[in-house]
């Protein structure tokens, strides 16, 4: 051909370019050039001549625009082509096409079409037989035959899901040859090696073409998906991909099963890497819906990942043989599962302690797992339920410890037969050291994990020698004694962890192999729980195909010749024409079958690999391309450029005429401004009807009293706090606000440090609703001072409560009190800022009690250690708003009982030392060790 | 074919002087008729022949008590016993302010008129002030030469505007006192409102005016055909008549009719008003500002000689 880098489709066109010239000509051929003259007087003109005209001759510059704009034009109607094709096939025999339409060729099969076709052309005109070949397909026909057979086969084949068999392919092109030595074989390859000892080029090579073409595509950019596993806060995503010279950044999204796509991620490929992991963080909640994974830029069957069941998210319900002592969480025996298995799995517990009201109800709640931490014997009428949810396909988890030890041998949810009693190890009496654990077997899920070098066992429960013990045990002792046994029923299964749920018996509960080993077993589990798997007996027979990945990546309902998937034979398999990639087993549940299995890796095919030389080519339309386009929008463009420049000649955008300029000037910068306008900054509203008084509460203390109701008492409190309010704010650094009057059971406690309640049995009794806001205001660090205002009420005495003092006692019946005390000599309150040894109000005599110390010897956690060591509660007996109260001249409005101004000016004293002891906690408490401080300090 | 009108080069101060003079020679000595003045001016600048504020020594005469000590001449009356009191002969020349118009529009000539517009009124100036300072009058260009009385008043009016060429239009005219002419030569292309809006404030001050109109022939009778496009030198507007003939009658008709507004509203001002076309003498203009200086009423029918 010409040995210009371009060739034109319809050359005829181009005598066009001899009108260029006329062109010229034509252009030149305007108007007369106006005479110019010079005229001073032209305002007087003006006014007679009033039409314009504007000059009609244009610059020769303009000229050459237009003329190049025509050149444009014409070069772009005679469709010139870059890099057109040229034939030069071998006619040395046959032509041969081993055309790869697998997976990855769906992005581009039309040029591949398109190139075989060029070639079939090709053979067609040097009357050459062609044989065809598809890598992807079933079965072969590589007769060599006639063009138009050659293109009825290739029009009827499409790309598959699949990964090419070009084995099978190349032994059919072989016989098909019979001998036949081929002339020209090109291979449209997907550039893709089949593993690590591909054989395709050699075995191509041995067929002796005289010619040998390597046609690849952009296959080079084929991504697909490998893996995908669900960690703590995002989906993993492994990904590999076939070029890895340079980085690439892809973006994933992740769609539920109606296809909408709910969440996104990317994964980077640094340069020279062929596998990579992104991540798609969403919660895990929306993870349960993940159906699928594709690649945002490819649409091909290995860019997608189908996810099932076993990616959903359990729900786990725990037991536990002992109640959830709040106080001493550590020693829990739940606690460290409910810290391992939080972020993996819904974990609901029962609100019974009862078990044979809760079973029945975590049961109903469908789990996927049932945890039971040291349960020796279930209540006898459930465990028919039980077993029916195990061989229904639940997993039961169960740990040992004490009482598991002490139950007797034939507990049918155990897995092995266990012996009575727990070993020890390491003890007093025991010359057994405690044992680390063995390296996991490759049963069972845990393979893979790495030994816990630093997990020690010290006690255990012992199995029963039996003869299939070991293919049951999942992790075992260094000794061999097993750890985690495991006895499948039906569909179901149950594990024993022979040591407890916390970190007495041994470290494993402490250690992170806990973690990944609960987590494993639970992802083994079936999501939909026992009663989706209703079917199960079904499910261990052949899964049939349900939806199959098409080679876009979109599932169809299509199932064609696929068949079954026998996932008992056959329990890691792989794709292949019998089992396209896809999803099997029925709406209820299934199995997802992925083109590439975990972890595989695709490498580029390598031509030096055969023995002949491979000539390489691109696709047809890859090189070859019109500058049609290109030419036109050239075009285009200086149209544009000449339109502006009229437009400029005639003054349209001059500043002769600064209106219209200014117009246009306008015009276009409040287009520019409404494109690239910053927004103003759109602030949500989120302001509450209540927020001034908030703030109100916020910026100043203010004692605060509940509302009783009744109007005295409500009045006395109030100019109490006032009184008290007033005297603090003059003896104190302290300027507390006014005093609030609140409804307990509608507003907002959280801002006051101490609440006043006189308690008055007239008054209304508060609503459970409105105790249990009480309770969480004294759990969340508030405290409440309950004032009976009766000193002859003692808590106490001997059974005769005053009325005032039945009423506490009703309301604190529904509290969570913690046990109280009167006040100790030696308490905060004595000297958090007066020296007091005891706590008048009006009356003097009666106790004010507190929440008891808790002994520091049992060590243990109190509720009121997260306020500093604050009583979130305080009763006393003695009216203490009584005494504080004053009228607006400052003059006290009840009198004390006996009438002693000390005694009121004590009152104040108390309710300084409280106010103090709330603000400040135990801060004055830490001075009593002021004097052993110095002395270490060496003064 | 070639432009009819064309822009030339501002015409040298020295060249229009030679003109100027060879134009002022034939015109008498011009005696300013100064109607403000009380007494008639006989011979040009010569005193009044009283004592009053002057230059020149008119007479000593005795102190008189009561006069001011100041005023006392010490050196004269050390000679004798007596006291004396200089005093100066009340010498009163008469002002007058010339201008002419040097905006770009002035630069016109077309190919009917030897001269462009602003040689014509240069060399109209200066003979106007080779003949006025022949007649001992002060000579004055607002914003180029304050008034002098000298012989050579024209040659240092030429010197003043070549070092200080006039541009645009009416300078400020604050300097301008009462009882002075003012002669204004320029085409005053203006429409007639602006014009007057600009000289009105100059007659309320009492001036008496002169104004000169200079206009190339071209301007007046339109000779253009054909299509062409006129340009305003000034602000450098276009505009294209296809077929420039055919508006000739009206442009004429408007032209007139400008003038004749501009010609009106001055003479309302007590002002004269003189037109002057490029190829006629300039000594035709000269002669008609001489009679309107010296007080001669204009013989000329409104709109100025031709």
């Known amino acids: ?939 | 074919m070639a432009p009819i009108g064309q822009i030339v080069r501002p015409t040298p101060g020295s060249e229009a002087l030679a003109r100027a003079r060879q134009r002022a020679a034939l015109i008498p000595d011009c005696l300013v008729e100064a109607k403000r003045i009380a007494n008639t001016v006989i011979a040009g600048w010569h005193g009044r022949r009283k004592r009053g504020i002057g230059e020149n020594f008119w007479q000593f005469r005795p102190y008189a008590d009561g006069e001011s000590l100041s005023r006392i001449d010490w050196r004269r009356s050390a000679r004798d016993d007596h006291t004396y009191v200089r005093e100066r002969e009340w010498e009163a020349a008469h002002t007058i302010w010339l201008w002419p118009d040097m905006s770009p529009s002035m630069m016109f000539k077309s190919n009917y008129a030897p001269v462009s517009k602003e040689s014509r009124a240069l060399v109209l100036m200066l003979a106007l002030a080779e003949i006025l300072a022949r007649s001992g009058e002060r000579i004055g260009c607002p914003g180029v030469m304050d008034p002098v009385t000298a012989r050579n008043a024209a040659e240092r009016l030429a010197a003043a505007l070549m070092h200080a060429p006039l541009t645009g239009g009416l300078p400020e005219t604050g300097m301008i006192r009462g009882f002075s002419d003012v002669v204004l030569i320029g085409d005053f292309l203006d429409p007639a409102d602006e014009v007057m809006a600009q000289l009105a404030p100059l007659a309320r001050r009492g001036l008496r005016g002169h104004v000169v109109e200079i206009f190339d022939p071209a301007e007046e009778t339109f000779p253009y055909a054909g299509r062409t496009e006129f340009a305003d030198p000034e602000t450098g507007d276009k505009l294209v008549s296809g077929r420039a003939e055919s508006i000739q009658e009206a442009y004429r008709i408007a032209y007139k009719a400008r003038r004749d507004n501009l010609g009106q509203a001055l003479r309302h001002l007590g002002w004269t008003f003189t037109s002057h076309r490029t190829d006629h003498l300039a000594s035709e203009a000269l002669v008609a500002m001489h009679m309107y200086l010296s007080g001669m009423p204009a013989r000329s029918a409104p709109g100025g000689l031709r």
């Open chain 1, 1 to 939: 051909m010409s040995a210009l880098p371009f060739a034109f489709a319809s050359p005829a066109i181009l005598f066009a370019l001899l009108a260029l010239p006329v062109i010229w000509w034509l252009l030149r051929l305007t108007p007369p050039r106006p005479q110019a003259e010079v005229f001073p007087p032209l305002r007087v003109l003006a006014s007679v001549l009033k039409r314009e005209e504007t000059p009609a001759q244009s610059p020769w510059w303009l000229t050459l625009l237009r003329m190049l704009m025509a050149a444009a034009v014409i070069l772009a109607i005679a469709d010139p082509i870059v890099n057109p094709r040229t034939n030069t096939l071998s006619a040395a025999g046959p032509m041969v096409l081993l055309i790869d339409n697998s997976w990855s060729t769906s992005v581009d099969w039309e040029r591949r079409v398109a190139t075989a076709e060029a070639l079939i052309d090709d053979a067609e005109a040097s009357e050459t037989p062609i044989a065809i070949a598809f890598t992807a397909e079933q079965s072969h026909d590589a007769t060599p035959g006639t063009a138009a057979a050659a293109r009825e086969k290739l029009t009827a084949v499409a790309p598959r899901p699949l990964r090419p068999d070009r084995a099978r392919a190349i032994e059919a092109l072989r016989a098909a040859l019979a001998g036949t030595r081929p002339g020209t074989l090109a291979f449209l390859a997907d550039g893709m090696k089949a593993d690590d000892t591909d054989r395709t080029l050699s075995a191509l090579a041995d067929l002796n073409p005289a010619e040998l073409r390597l046609i690849e595509g952009d296959g080079q950019s084929a991504v697909a998906l490998t893996g995908a596993s669900n960690t703590a806060d995002a989906m993993a995503v492994t990904a590999t991909r076939l070029n890895s010279s340079g980085p690439a950044l892809l973006a994933l999204s992740a769609e539920d099963n109606r296809g909408r796509k709910i969440a996104a991620g990317s994964v980077r490929f640094t340069p020279g890497e062929t596998q990579a992991t992104g991540t798609i963080t969403a919660p895990f909640e929306m993870r349960n819906d993940f159906a699928r994974l594709t690649i945002d830029s490819q649409a091909t069957a290995g860019s997608t990942y189908l996810l099932d069941d076993g990616f959903k998210r359990r729900r786990v319900a725990l037991l536990a043989g002992e109640p959830t002592d709040a106080f001493q969480p550590l020693l829990s025996p739940l606690y460290y599962i409910h810290r391992a298995l939080q972020p993996y799995a819904d974990l609901v517990e029962p609100n019974e302690t009862d078990l044979s009201v809760s079973i029945p109800e975590l049961l109903n709640s469908n789990p996927s797992v049932i945890i039971m931490a040291d349960i020796g014997r279930l209540p006898a009428e459930t465990y028919a339920p039980v077993e029916r949810w195990i061989a229904n396909g639940g997993t039961l988890i169960r740990f040992a410890g004490p009482r598991l030890a002490a139950a007797p041998a034939d507990d049918p949810l155990v897995p092995v037969t266990l012996r009575q009693g727990e070993r020890a190890l390491g003890g007093a009496l025991s010359w057994a050291e405690p044992q680390p654990l063995a390296d996991f077997p490759p049963i069972g899920p845990f393979a893979g994990i790495p030994k816990p070098d630093d997990v020690l066992v010290k006690r255990q429960v012992l199995a029963e020698p039996t003869p299939d013990l070991a293919e049951r045990t999942w992790a075992s002792l260094a000794d061999g004694t097993p750890l985690v046994t495991v006895k499948e029923i039906n569909s179901g299964r149950i594990v024993l962890f022979h040591v407890t749920a916390e970190a007495t018996w041994s470290d494993l509960p402490i250690s992170g192999n806990f973690v990944e080993m609960l987590r494993r077993i639970v992802q083994l589990s079936k999501a939909g729980g026992a009663t989706a798997a209703n079917s199960a007996p079904a499910a261990a027979e052949a899964l049939p195909p349900y939806r199959l990945l098409s080679a876009t990546g979109v599932l169809t309902a299509e199932t064609g010749t696929a068949r079954p998937l026998d996932l008992a034979r056959n329990p890691k398999p792989v794709t292949n024409f019998d089992n396209p990639p896809g999803l099997y087993g029925s709406e209820d549940g299934f199995t997802a079958l992925n083109l590439l299995p975990q972890g595989a890796t695709i490498a580029p095919l390598d031509p030096a690999s055969a023995e002949i030389t491979v000539a390489r080519e691109g696709l047809v339309g890859g090189e070859a391309w019109s500058a049609k386009p290109a030419l036109f929008f050239l075009a285009f463009l200086m149209l544009l450029l000449d339109s502006l420049i009229v437009l400029f000649m005639n003054g349209a955008l001059s500043i002769a005429r600064p209106r219209t300029a200014a117009r246009t000037l306008a015009v276009l910068l409040a287009l520019s401004g409404l494109v690239g306008m910053p927004h103003g900054e759109v602030r949500a509203d989120d302001s509450k009807p209540n927020d001034g008084e908030v703030f109100d509460r916020l910026d100043t203390t203010h004692l605060a009293y509940v509302k009783t109701g009744e109007n005295d008492v409500d009045d006395i409190s109030q100019r109490g706090l006032a009184g008290l309010s007033e005297f603090i704010t003059y003896r104190t650094t302290l300027e507390p606000g006014d005093p609030v009057g609140v409804d307990i059971s509608k507003d907002e406690l959280s801002f006051f440090p101490i609440i006043y309640w006189p308690v008055s049995a007239s008054a209304p009794m508060p609503t459970n609703a409105t105790i249990s806001r009480i309770d969480a205001y004294m759990r969340s660090g508030g405290t409440v001072l309950f004032d009976t205002r009766d000193q002859f009420s003692g808590l106490n005495e001997n059974g005769i409560a005053s009325a005032n003092g039945e009423r506490l006692r009703a309301i604190l019946a529904n509290l969570d009190i913690p046990p109280l005390e009167p006040v100790p000599a030696d308490h905060v309150l004595t000297k958090s800022f007066y020296l007091l040894s005891s706590f008048p109000g009006r009356y003097n005599g009666g106790q004010l009690w507190i929440e008891a110390r808790q002994d520091t010897r049992n060590g243990s956690n109190s509720s009121s250690a997260s306020a500093d060591g604050v009583t979130p509660i305080m009763i006393t007996s003695n009216d203490f708003a009584g005494a504080w109260a004053v009228d607006h001249q400052g003059v006290p409005l009840l009198p004390t009982v006996p009438p002693d101004e000390i005694q009121r000016d004590y009152a104040f004293r108390t309710g300084v030392n409280i106010m103090m002891y709330m603000l400040t906690g135990n801060y004055k408490a830490d001075q009593v060790h002021v004097p052993a401080l110095l002395e270490r300090l060496g003064q």
